[in-house]
T-cell receptor
Framework: AAGVIQSPRHLIKEKRETATLKCYPI?????VYWYQQGPGQDPQFLIS???????DKGSIPDRFSAQQFSDYHSELNMSSLELGDSALYFC??????????????FGEGSRLTVL | SQKIEQNSEALNIQEGKTATLTCNYT??????LQWYRQDPGRGPVFLLL?????KEKRKERLKVTFDTTLKQSLFHITASQPADSATYLC????????????FGSGTRLSIRP
């Protein structure tokens, strides 16, 4: 079965650079979520999209932005990178939260290292 | 504000025993609660969901209970195996939005042979 695809899997950037992470949800899933997980931390909710519209926002820095495109894939753009942005970034997808129980299917994550 | 707490210390269990993990939440009455498993460097994997009107849910060697009065869920793994070693996360929908799933800090479980 198709899973959530994230790219790149690993990314190394310098401080103040920009990074873009991509996420391809499971086919027919209409909701995409982004989470940030630092070492030894729980996944922190950043932002979610439902049917290409932002549906919720969490602890996402103003330096970050995200969108969901017409083919339902999503991109997380991170600018002016800081050392503290080094983390695993997970994308997850699900079927319409309001109509089901919100089970999330996670990708394998993108590991961002900021030097 | 909504808060989810799990055992912060790692849990070490002898193989074959039952592992019990706790998830407590405050300031909220969720319609359901989920449990996920996460291996190092991997994405969380959904295990079980229990709704507010369910007391208990089972799936193979897994059992979840949900006490909405105590605001607590217990996650049990019976006949534990070394392969069960992982971090287990409980998750709830945010009180403000169904499209915002909030995770607890997780409990690291180690099963020794």
């Amino acid at each position: 079965a198709a899973g959530v695809i994230q790219s790149p899997r690993h990314l190394i950037k310098e401080k103040r650079e920009t990074a873009t992470l991509k996420c391809y949800p499971i086919p027919r899933h209409d909701t995409v979520y982004w989470y940030q997980q630092g070492p030894g931390q729980d996944p922190q909710f950043l932002i979610s999209f439902y049917e290409k519209m932002q549906s919720d926002k969490g602890s996402i820095p103003d330096r970050f932005s995200a969108q969901q495109f017409s083919d339902y894939h999503s991109e997380l753009n991170m600018s002016s990178l800081e050392l503290g942005d080094s983390a695993l970034y997970f994308c997850a997808s699900s079927l319409t939260p309001a109509l089901n129980t919100g089970e999330l299917f996670f990708g394998e994550g993108s590991r961002l290292t900021v030097l | 504000s909504q808060k989810i707490e799990q055992n912060s210390e790692a849990l070490n269990i002898q193989e074959g025993k039952t592992a019990t993990l706790t998830c407590n939440y405050t300031n909220y009455s969720p319609a359901y609660l989920q449990w996920y498993r996460q291996d190092p460097g991997r994405g969380p994997v959904f295990l079980l969901l229990i709704r507010e009107n369910e007391k208990e849910k089972r799936k193979e060697r897994l059992k979840v209970t949900f006490d909405t009065t105590l605001k607590q869920s217990l996650f049990h793994i019976t006949a534990s195996q070394p392969a069960d070693s992982a971090t287990y996360l409980c998750a709830l929908p945010s009180y403000s939005s169904a499209s915002k799933i909030i995770f607890g800090s997780g409990t690291r479980l180690s099963i020794r042979p």
